[in-house]
């Protein structure tokens, strides 16, 4: 039976999400890859329990994650049956509703019927009466805002999520909806956008608004799935993600065009004493609006590696210039 290690709270730094009484662990693990049932269940054992051991209190999931979809929410609901299940109360949970899950109109997007059903079955998957943090994946522009926004209030009034997030909003859109929680009373206390050094979109006013609402970010892809790495410096090894054909969204083209940049990076990181994985951690967790960076891992080892980059998340004026001009090249 898993015991847990019993240093786990002392090595991991805890970040208030805005202005709400959640903390969460600066590096969360997001179960979108590697956790379906197309992947070695021993191997996310490893990772998971592994990833606890070192403190990361916060697992992030979503119905559609796998594959195939629905798998990883499964998967983990076995782990926490079979090893984690006393440790329910040291464990924030997450899932989301939006994207394309069944077929029909109501198997994606916004409306109550899809956000309450998702929910239900996330629950069931999981094993869990509720979540700790209830995500809408996606804006949704055909669907009023306020039935969206009502749905998810829902969830918090039958005590099947405690707090409520968005995910891929703007920042218009965001604001909006956070005036419609602040008219019912919602728990509204997170985003979680994309950002990373390659993709900066969230400093144009996205901040701004987050701050303003006293709204956390948790951000996800900080090591823009694994090019912010030393990973793809020398190629692109066997079953890195780059090279599964079941990853869309990064490809040898996308390696290539970023290899310069990542080399220079590479270089800076190393007079900072980090590997580059710590360093754009690091510099994500710069904005103080940012409470938490979620990271993916293929194996515990990337993460024990990536968990040490709160040994040095001060950056001088000089360093972030000199990132910034990198960027701009
Ligand atoms: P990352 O940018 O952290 O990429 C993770 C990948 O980077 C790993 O799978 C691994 O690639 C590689 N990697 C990680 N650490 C190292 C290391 N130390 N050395 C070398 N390579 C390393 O994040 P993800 O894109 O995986 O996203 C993280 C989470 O964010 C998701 O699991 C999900 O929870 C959430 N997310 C949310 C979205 C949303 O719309 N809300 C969308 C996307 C993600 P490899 O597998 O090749 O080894």
Redesign the pocket.
Known sequence: MYQANTKRYEQMQYNRVGKSGLKLPAL???????FGDTDYFQNQKEIILGAFDLGITHF???NN?GPPAGSAESNFGRMLREELGAYRDELIISS?AG?YMWEGPYGEWGSKKSIIASCDQSLKRVGVEYFDIF?H??PDYETPLEETARALDLLVQQGKALYIGV??YDAQRTLEISQLFKQLGTPFIIH???Y?MFDRWIEEELVEVLEAEGIGAIV????????????YLHGI?E??????SDSP??NEEKVEKTLTSVSKLNELAAARGQ?L??MALAWNLRLKSVAS???????L???E??VKCLENVAFTDQELQAIDQLLKE
């Open positions: 969360s693990l997001g179960l979108w890859h590697n992030d999931l979503a994650y989301k994207y995500y994946h996606r995910s891929n979680q956008p994309n990373n996800y892809s900080p090591l823009a799935q694994g090019l912010l790495t030393n990973k090894p079953h890195s993600r780059a090279s599964r969204f990064l590997t994985a710590e960076v979620i990271v993916g891992a293929s194996s080892k990337q993460l590696d990536n």
